[in-house]
Each structure stands twice: as structure tokens, then as C-alpha cells.
């Protein structure tokens, strides 16, 4: 049986729930992208986790927590819903916890924090710490009120694909192995959570950018995030980031990241990168600004320059550049290019800019590119 999309009426968010508590796995939207959604404590349903995605047992998963109406004393939360050992923390540790969950939670942020011993394995890769986010998209919330325990969930696609920000991304991913998709929109932020590792004597790594920019966390929480590889860190630290792979978020075709903006290349150097393509080339490219339409009339007259026979579909991120925007477009905009069957080749140009949510993209570009 195929996947049948679910809208999130009450009922419906009822029975997600009813199926994830008798161990079934149901896709369900975030804010970020949408997740593969299994009890955070079921080894069971943790397995056929990774089992639908092909996904390896080394990569640790993140547990999602619902976030109470009322104003949450934040480590108490944590706490109670049975996944972190909050007594390991110093109290400076525990400060930088408060400030930052009174900042972003609910919302796209994730913390490493230590977990309690009877934290299942299989979720956190057998590593003596657990990740924790409360999304903030209200069907999410609802349905993890309704389950009443932590949902473990990554992105809802095959292992190392291109991440689903639409419900019918989930189903080409998954349809054929899951039977319910929760229906939830276009998801707002359109990259994963960024993830911070929180020493328990205090200091924040980042482990992978993403939604929430480290400038914010500076301005509204006044913290540093440490950005230097944590297996260069500290003792306490994982020897190694899991899942942190060099490629991933892969298209099926061979992406090339550029090295520039394209309309900074000059001329011959332009060139000679078109005139290394097949005469007939087809080509798909990704721009960080501008519009569509007229990026690919323009790009397209001076493919064929080089290559007379060539076609070329631009898509850009965001009109006017802006790097929310473009996050929220970036993997609907590599997958169209993806599955677009006149296309063969894909280029895409970095973001220009690494401030805001640029850093999160070209990390996912860099990733996707990667070979
Ligand atoms: O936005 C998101 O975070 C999405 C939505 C669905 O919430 N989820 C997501 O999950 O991106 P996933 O599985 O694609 O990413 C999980 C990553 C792992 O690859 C690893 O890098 C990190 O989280 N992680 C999880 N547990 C960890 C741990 N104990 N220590 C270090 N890293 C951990
Ligand atoms: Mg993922």
C-alpha cells in the first residue's frame, strides 16, 4: 500500500498519533523540513526508523519534544520528558541551556546534551549525549501533545537525498514504504535545525548550522558558539560528529558548486567552462539571486555561444537575494532541478554571502555537490 496523505484536521492528528503509539512511523511537517516521525523510547520503532531510510546505525537522530502553553521552566522540561540528564550539567552550562531555549524554543534549534542512561541506543548512536528540539510548526506541536512522549525524527528522506520541504517531496521519498504522511504546508524555514553540542562545564560547538543563524544566537542571547571541527575540540566532546557526512543532500545528477558568483566570472573564463560541455548540452542551474525567466533567456543565449545545441533552465533562490527566502527555496529548487527529465547537468552558484542563513546554504551545497 502507498502512502495516503493525511490533512491535519483533529482527527486525523489522532490517529497519527494512535499509530505512532502502537509503533508505526509517520511523516510529519516542521518548520525545518519534514521528519520521519517513530517513539523517541521504542527500540522497535527506532529500527524501522533506519530501516525505511537506509539510513546507518552511526548517525544519531534528533527527539522532538512538545513545548508547553505556559511559559516552561526549560530545564525542568527536559528533564521530565525523560531524555536529559540535566544533574550533569555545570551551572554555567545549565545558564547557557535557559538563555538559549527562552530564545529559540519552540523552534529550529537543536541541543546535545547529556541523556539519561535509559535513552535507547539506537537513537543516539549508542553516544552518551541525546539531541533535543521542540519544533515550532503547530501541527508538529499538536500531534506531540497527543503522543504525550518524545518523537525521534530526521529529515523524511532516503539516506543522503535531497531533504523534503512539501509533503509530496515526502511521498516520491518514502511513499512506497511508510503509509502516513501528515500534511502540514510548505515548510517556513527550509533548511534542518542548527545544532549546538552543549559542553556540560560550559561552551557551545556548532555541529551543523542551519535555521536558527549564529548571528541571532549572539544578539539574542549575548552566547558564543565555538565553529571550530569538534574533532579538533575538547576531550569531552564525541571523538567524531556523527552524521555529518561530506556528501549528502544529493541530487541524483552530478552537481557542480561553483567557485564564484557566475556573473563574476569573466568572460572567457565563462567560456571555457561552457566550452567543456557536451555540444548539446542540457543543463539545469541553480542562482543564488535574480529572476528565473530572465536569468534563463540570458544564461541560455551565451550557453549557446560554445554550445549551439545546448539548453540551459536557471531557477533562482530568492529575487532580491535575501538568504531566509532562499533557504526556504533552496532543496525544492535542487529537486526540481533533480527530476526535471531535460535536464542532465547541474551547476549552482555558492551564496554570496555567509552571514544570515547563507552559511546554512552553502553548507547544504557544499554537501550536495560533494562527490
Ligand atoms: O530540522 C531538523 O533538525 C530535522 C527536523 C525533522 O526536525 N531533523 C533532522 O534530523 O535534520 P537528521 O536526522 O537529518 O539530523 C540528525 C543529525 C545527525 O546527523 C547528527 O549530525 C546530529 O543530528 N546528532 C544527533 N544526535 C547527536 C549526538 N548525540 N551527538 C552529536 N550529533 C548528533
Ligand atoms: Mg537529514
Redesign the pocket.
Known amino acids: 500500500m502507498g502512502a495516503q496523505i493525511l490533512s491535519p484536521t483533529a482527527a486525523n492528528i489522532e490517529l497519527a498519533a494512535r499509530e505512532l503509539l502502537r509503533g508505526e512511523l509517520v511523516a510529519?511537517p516542521?518548520e525545518?523540513?519534514?521528519?520521519?516521525a517513530g517513539l523517541a523510547f521504542d527500540p522497535a520503532a527506532l529500527a524501522k526508523i533506519f530501516a525505511t531510510k537506509e539510513?546507518p546505525t552511526f548517525?544519531?537522530?534528533?527527539c522532538?519534544i512538545s513545548t508547553p502553553a505556559d511559559q516552561p521552566d526549560w530545564l525542568a522540561r527536559l528533564e521530565q520528558c525523560g531524555l536529559v540528564d540535566v544533574g550533569q550539567l555545570k551551572a554555567s552550562a545549565r545558564h547557557e541551556v535557559q538563555l538559549l531555549l527562552a530564545a529559540f524554543w519552540p523552534g529550529?534549534l537543536?541541543l546535545?546534551l547529556p541523556?539519561q542512561a535509559h535513552v535507547p541506543d539506537l537513537a543516539?548512536?549508542g553516544?552518551r549525549?541525546?539531541?533535543v528540539?521542540s519544533?515550532a510548526h503547530p501541527i508538529a506541536q499538536a500531534l506531540l501533545q497527543a503522543v504525550g512522549q518524545p518523537l525521534a525524527?530526521?529529515?523524511?528522506n532516503r539516506f543522503g537525498r535531497i531533504?523534503p520541504t512539501r509533503s509530496n517531496h515526502v511521498l516520491m521519498e518514502l511513499g512506497d514504504r511508510i503509509n502516513w504522511i501528515l500534511e502540514g504546508g510548505d515548510c517556513q524555514?527550509g533548511?534542518?535545525?542548527t545544532?549546538l553540542?552543549v559542553h556540560p562545564q560550559g561552551g557551545l560547538t556548532l555541529?551543523?548550522p542551519?535555521?536558527i543563524a549564529l548571528e541571532a544566537i549572539a544578539s539574542r542571547t549575548g552566547l558564543k558558539v565555538t565553529t571550530v571541527p569538534l574533532e579538533a575540540a575538547t576531550s569531552d566532546t564525541?571523538a567524531v560528529?556523527?552524521?555529518?557526512l561530506a556528501s549528502h543532500y544529493a541530487p541524483r545528477k552530478s552537481l557542480t558548486l561553483m567557485p564564484t558568483l557566475l556573473a563574476k566570472l569573466p568572460k572567457p573564463d565563462r567560456d571555457i567552462l561552457f566550452a567543456s560541455l557536451p555540444k548539446e548540452a542540457q543543463l539545469g542551474v541553480l542562482f543564488a539571486s535574480g529572476n528565473s525567466q530572465e536569468l534563463t533567456r540570458r544564461w541560455e543565449a551565451d550557453l549557446q555561444t560554445m554550445c549551439p545545441g545546448g539548453r540551459l533552465t536557471a531557477l533562482s533562490l530568492s529575487e532580491q537575494g535575501e538568504s531566509t527566502e532562499a533557504a526556504r527555496n533552496l532543496f525544492a529548487a535542487l529537486r526540481a532541478l533533480d527530476e526535471d527529465e531535460k535536464i542532465e547537468i547541474l551547476w549552482a552558484e555558492p551564496f554570496p554571502s555567509e552571514s544570515g542563513l547563507g552559511f546554512a546554504i552553502n553548507d547544504r551545497l557544499r554537501r550536495a555537490s560533494h562527490r
Open positions: 510529519i516542521t525545518t523540513v519534514y521528519g520521519l539510513r548517525d544519531p537522530l534528533i522532538h529550529p537543536t546535545v541523556k543516539t548512536s553516544l549525549t541525546v539531541a528540539r519544533p525524527a530526521p529529515s523524511a531533504s524555514i533548511v534542518e535545525s545544532i553540542f555541529l551543523r542551519g535555521g564525541p560528529a556523527p552524521g555529518l
